[in-house]
């Protein structure tokens, strides 16, 4: 159930007019209601009626947040981190593999990776879980040894 509204989440994210209009005040909530209706056509009945609801409460502007929150709940609930691993070289599945089971035994939970390639870091790696960000990055600490020496003056 939880994938059904996280899909249809990423789907108003990126259709901006879908968001435009969910987002409009002025546009009749029951109006919301009966166009989502459409647009959810076989998802679960769960599924439907609470975006529904949220359409008729005027808040289903906020369904990406909404989502986001709901996710978050699930992932605690099953004990699970999602995480996103940013590295300056793409890793090969037995590296990011590596890197997961550390993060895994260090948190005890069951950690989902996504997996990015920014070359400016350099060397190293960013990890973000939530609003944890443990940057070891080469750029990172070359930039606390710059803000270090600034200060030191």
């Given at each position: 159930m939880h994938e059904q ?5 990423t ?12 987002r ?9 209601a009966r166009l ?7 998802a679960d009945?769960l599924?439907?009626?609470f975006?529904r609801l949220t359409?008729e409460k005027?808040?289903?502007g ?8 709901f996710e978050?709940?699930?992932a605690a609930e099953?004990?699970r ?7 300056a070289?793409e890793?090969s599945?037995d590296?990011?593999?590596q ?16 997996r990015a390639v920014?070359p400016?870091l ?11 960000r443990v ?5 990172g600490r070359l930039?606390?040894l ?8």
């Open positions: 509204l996280e899909d249809f989440a789907a108003v994210a990126e259709v901006p007019e879908l968001r435009a209009v969910l409009n005040p002025q546009v009749d909530p029951r109006a919301k989502l209706d459409e647009l959810l056509g076989d009945e599924v439907r009626n975006v359409a005027g808040r289903v906020g369904i990406e947040e909404i989502a986001r929150e978050r709940l699930v099953e004990r981190l999602n995480v996103a691993l940013t590295t070289y890793l599945d590296e990011a593999a890197i997961v089971e550390q993060i895994e035994q260090a948190s005890g939970r069951t950690v989902e990776a996504t920014d400016d350099i060397g190293g790696l960013v990890l973000e879980a939530g609003s944890l940057d070891a990055s080469v750029r930039e606390r710059r803000r270090e020496l600034v200060s030191s003056r």
